[in-house]
């Protein structure tokens, strides 16, 4: 047998995109709820707290908070040994900066693990999934002020000492890594409360998301040191988006743009696992001038606060070419076609300069080599097998938790009532088949994998309810119209028959 005898085999979700109740239960509103929804290539916006008559997906979502006990029930039926969830910050600290908890939101969770141990469907925990306290974004500028690191820590602390002996697994920060695409407003807005000033700079904007990630890094740090002090037999991981960055050649220039790419979006883990800032990085920070706070005390927590493995998300992977854009003598800029927008702020002379300097909008390229969903995400089984590859070689064969992985698409009901998915099912078979190989072929060191989304509920990226990634249907369409009955998809009696043979049975 390919994977061992525990593998936690799992379905992965976040608090506020499926629990709905926004305001329920002394709940506070948390960034999730002031963006309203967005469509394919339509950005989400992000409002000036609640507007009336605005179409906020997230604050119903899928309305797991009032239904989760038949939700659960069906959970174990498809099989799970774990659910990944996130615990909604505002739940337990509706404001972010209150010293004591609210009862009612550390009742729901409590309620919620205990019907999932009923079912001995192990809880596998984020604390942060892009659902920062409103309230810390208003008054606080978010994880741009040091103040930050203190609410994260007593919301943690309060979570791992109510929950020590209902959940053992815990991640710190979803996807923390998002926010290097700094010259959108969505990520660092979801990772970290950002918000920056109108005509703020690429300058700033970099150095404002470089502060946040920083301030995130030691709470991350510190929250594993009291986790593990609480119960010694916590798992506390990083969470990383990952979406490993090829050469679209063998030119040796895009080699070189791709290793630097891969710096600039990963070095987040290389802080969560080492405890310490890698010399790419302080390089950089030093010729950018950045001269971030960072003190020497907080140096030390990171080398105290190590993870004890790696979670990530795989989706898609993504290609870099060097050589973006070509200055003509006038000094216009025109931009390689499959490159994104060049901005103003990136001068003429970084591009082709020996920094290999990265920006995820003007540097990608499509990978002519896979085939895309109509999300535009690439897709590419083999691309996980070689970032389990990348990780286990960079962390000396870490536990690595695959805790995000699936494929978006639009279902259709038949009149009969069923929905055949069988395109979901050879993403996540191929997937999985990719997974096993690197356990088999390349040793590395696999906890566990939880698709995700694996019950419908509102897109991240676009707050759609029509990009589906579940093997369970949830009757609501883009508008919030629908009656929210569940129904399995076909591929939830395959992922049972997979859970079942422990991956044998693809
Ligand atoms: P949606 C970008 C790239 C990779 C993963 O995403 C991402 C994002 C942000 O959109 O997010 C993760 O819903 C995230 C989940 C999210 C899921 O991937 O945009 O952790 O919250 O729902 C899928 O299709």
Redesign the pocket.
């Known amino acids: 047998m390919t994977l061992r005898k525990d593998f936690l085999w799992g379905g992965a979700v976040?608090a506020h995109?499926l629990e709905g109740g926004w305001n329920a239960g002394k709940k506070g509103p948390s960034v999730a709820d002031v963006m309203t929804a967005g469509a394919n290539g339509v950005e989400r916006q992000i409002t000036d707290g609640v507007i009336a008559g605005l179409n906020y997906p997230n604050h119903e979502a899928i309305d797991f908070y009032h239904r989760y006990k038949s939700d659960v029930k069906l959970f174990a039926e498809l099989g799970l040994k774990c659910f990944r969830t996130s615990i909604a910050w505002t739940r337990i600290f509706p404001k972010g900066d209150e010293l004591e908890p609210n009862e009612e939101g550390l009742q729901f969770y409590d309620d919620l693990f205990d019907e999932c141990l009923k079912y001995g469907i192990e809880p596998v925990i984020t604390l942060s999934?892009?659902e920062l306290p409103y309230h810390l974004v208003t008054e606080y500028g978010g994880f741009g002020n040091r103040k930050l690191i203190d609410f994260f820590v007593r919301f943690a602390e309060t979570v791992m000492t109510r929950y020590k002996d209902k959940v053992k697994y815990w991640m710190t920060f979803?996807?923390i890594n998002?926010q290097a695409n700094y010259l959108r407003d969505f990520a660092p807005f979801t990772n970290s409360g950002l918000k920056f000033p109108e005509g703020a700079t690429a300058f700033e904007r970099e150095k404002l998301m470089y502060q946040a990630a920083h301030y995130e890094l030691v709470a991350s740090a510190l929250t594993v040191k009291i986790g593990h002090a609480i119960n010694p037999d916590f798992q506390i991981g990083a969470m990383i988006?990952m979406c490993s960055i090829y050469p679209a050649t063998c030119k040796p220039e895009d080699m070189m743009a791709s290793t630097v790419a891969m710096q600039r979006r990963y070095w987040f883990s290389d802080v969560h696992v080492r405890g310490h800032y890698p010399a790419y990085l302080t390089t950089y920070f030093d010729r950018k001038k950045f001269n971030l706070d960072i003190t020497q005390e907080d140096l030390s927590a990171l080398t105290e606060g190590k993870v004890d493995y790696v979670g990530f998300?795989y989706?898609m992977s993504f290609a870099i070419q060097d050589q973006k854009a070509s200055v003509s003598s006038d000094g216009t800029v025109s931009i390689m076609p499959g490159h994104g927008t060049i901005l103003p702020e990136y001068a003429a002379d970084e591009l082709g300069a020996p920094t290999f300097d990265y920006v995820e909008d003007r540097d990608l390229v499509k990978n002519d080599f896979v085939k895309a969903s109509e999300w535009g995400w690439q897709i590419d089984p083999l691309g996980l097998r070689w970032a389990l590859n990348w990780f286990s070689e960079r962390y000396d064969y870490l536990p690595l938790f695959i805790v995000?992985n699936g494929f978006?698409a639009i279902d259709e009901v038949k009149a009969d009532g069923s929905i055949h998915d069988p395109y979901r099912i050879e993403y996540l078979r191929a997937h999985i088949q990719a997974m096993e190989d690197a356990v088999e072929y390349d040793g590395v060191n696999l906890m566990g994998y939880t698709p995700?989304?694996f019950i419908d509920l509102v897109?991240?990226?676009?707050g759609e309810m029509k990009?589906r990634y579940g093997m369970i249907y949830v009757d609501k369409d883009n508008e919030g119209k629908g009656t929210l009955e569940r129904r399995k998809k076909e591929s939830f009696e395959w992922y049972q028959k997979v859970i079942q043979s422990n991956g044998e049975e693809l």
């Open positions: 976040a995109q999934h892009f979803n996807e998002n988006a998300s989706y995000e978006g995700w989304g897109s991240a990226g676009t990009k």
